[in-house]
């Protein structure tokens, strides 16, 4: 069973520290750039533009929640220490215009190091993302809750193919919930995930429903990546695997129910010069409580696995394998009881075989 992410917590507030208790107070110390810590008395802070942090400034809410932003915050900028922080802090952003790029809490350029801890974030179905990091080394974002917006409950991506990460982001503790655009899946699997991963990184604790593309996509850059404790409910896809994620650990998924496919690994697109997107990835300690398919490899999916695994209520197959290379090379311990009648616990015809009505 997927561990269940911990809700934000109590902490203690830094000494010494600059306090502010308006949006005036809020934007001068921001000005200063000097790596300071700002304690933001409880009450509501507006304006009708983003706060900017280039200067690396770590900044709380006096009270856990209580200190409400309704503009997003910049981290980062084309000059500056990073090592940011926001901990604590309720963003509550209604105007898309008040966000850099459409994400309430941007992370870019000088923004290594920062720390996103016990935050809330809602977006009123109108704000494109919660966190959005194209800065990603050295990134911990821990007990975040984020609530309706219309591309990514959090995105984690440089945005660029085989982007090495020295020291990879760690994101743990994430409850995601309620993504997507005003006509569900019009992205056309761009978008509309609960949870984003383009780079290396350690994944932990995700609680992702009620999306309408995904509970968690990975990809572009995700090489040597670890993700552990997922839980997804309630999204005809659980996890999408697309170009390009390598020797890359999946463990401890719990998939369902309300789920159709438990994890896709995207086929050999000869719009990526048709490379596959898994190569050398295993799944494991994983249950997959889903209606057609528990996890399918498509076309030119490499040298992956599941293992450790339990299989319930597919009406067609627990794990489909069309045209792979070497995969499933270990299916030890894999439990196939729970499979619907008629279906089979491995097949290799292609998911437009699929005979179920479900699907």
């Not at 809490?105 to 179905?125: A, F, P, Q, S």
Request: hydrophobic content about 40%; overall charge neutral; charged content about 20%.
């Amino acid at each position: 069973m997927a561990v269940l992410p911990t809700a934000p917590q109590r902490y203690r507030l830094p000494r010494p520290a600059i306090w502010v208790s308006n949006e005036q107070q809020l934007r001068r110390a921001l000005a200063h750039y000097s790596s300071r810590a700002i304690i933001l008395r409880n009450g509501f802070y507006g304006g009708s533009e983003p706060y900017s942090n280039p200067g690396g400034d770590r900044l709380y809410a006096q009270t856990l929640g209580r200190a409400v932003l309704t503009a997003g915050v910049i981290m980062g900028g084309n000059s500056g220490p990073g090592g940011g922080v926001i901990q604590g802090i309720a963003f509550d952003v209604a105007d898309n215009s008040k966000t850099l790029q459409g994400s309430v809490i941007h992370v870019w350029g000088t923004g290594k190091n920062t720390r996103i801890v016990d935050v809330t974030l809602e977006g009123h179905g109108v704000v494109g993302a919660g966190i959005m990091a194209r800065e990603v080394e050295g990134l911990i974002v821990r007990r975040v809750v984020s609530r309706h917006f219309r591309d990514w409950g959090v995105i984690v991506d440089e945005n660029k193919a085989n982007a090495e990460v020295s020291n990879p982001p760690l994101i743990t503790d994430i409850d995601a919930a309620y993504v997507g655009r005003p006509v569900p899946r019009s992205s056309n699997g761009t978008a509309e995930a609960c949870v984003w991963i383009g780079n290396a990184a350690i994944v932990r604790r995700v609680r992702a429903h009620d999306c309408a593309w995904e509970g968690l996509w990975v990809g572009t850059a995700a090489h040597r990546a670890l993700f552990e404790d997922i839980r997804v409910t309630g999204i005809a896809i659980g996890v999408y695997v697309e170009h390009f994620v390598y020797s890359s650990t999946f463990r401890r998924l719990q998939i369902g129910p309300g789920v159709k496919i438990g994890l896709v690994c995207e086929w050999a697109d000869p719009g990526w010069s048709s490379k596959p997107a898994c190569v050398d990835n295993t799944i494991e300690d994983s249950t997959f409580d889903t209606s057609v398919i528990g996890v399918y490899f498509d076309e030119g999916t490499t040298r992956t696995t599941v293992r450790e695994s339990t299989f319930g209520n597919q009406c067609w197959t627990a794990i489909g394998s069309y045209k792979g290379i070497d995969n499933l090379y270990d299916t030890s311990g894999n439990d196939y009881r729970g499979l619907r009648a008629g279906a089979v616990p491995i097949s290799t015809k292609h998911y437009s075989a699929i005979p179920c009505a479900d699907f």
